[in-house]
């Protein structure tokens, strides 16, 4: 089967969108990261809900994308300030609750395909700073699944 290629998000204002190929379910870019794809769309549902995380979730978190014991990509997501922001970071970026996993497990997680209590206590998942923070993380998860609904990631 030849390759259906999408592009996630499908905001043609966005500057980092990542190519995926639906039909077999791999990045059209060598090394490229799911989760990019994800946190885009963190930031689309931002500006329709920003300001009403804010108020809920009161946090600063980063989420190291990680290969072993090597950080791939870091982005913070800042949902203390304003009406929130989602940005690419790195790893000396403060933040109130650092959350480090590799790319499947971070796509398994916003998905709700990754039980985050039974992730972190096998070591899949792996949360420094405030760890009762990373317990709101299913607002965020409910974020990026009504951001889009339909996307094959």
Known sequence: LACRIEVYPTDLTCSVCVLLCVTHRHCAFTGALKSTAI????????????????????AVFRFDIIKGSKVLKSWLVDLKNGSGKVEPADTKTKAQCV?????????KLMKGKLNPMMAYSTGAVKVTGNI????????LTKLVMKAAPTAKL
Do not use: Y
Not at 99 to 107: P, S, V
Not at 132 to 139: D, H, I, S, V
């Open 39 to 58: 946190f885009n769309l963190m930031q689309q549902g931002l500006k329709a809900q920003g300001p009403d995380l804010v108020k809920k979730i009161k």
């Open 132 to 139: 009762m923070l990373a317990m709101k993380l299913q607002k």
């Open 99 to 107: 959350i480090k996993l590799t790319d499947k497990n971070f796509i």
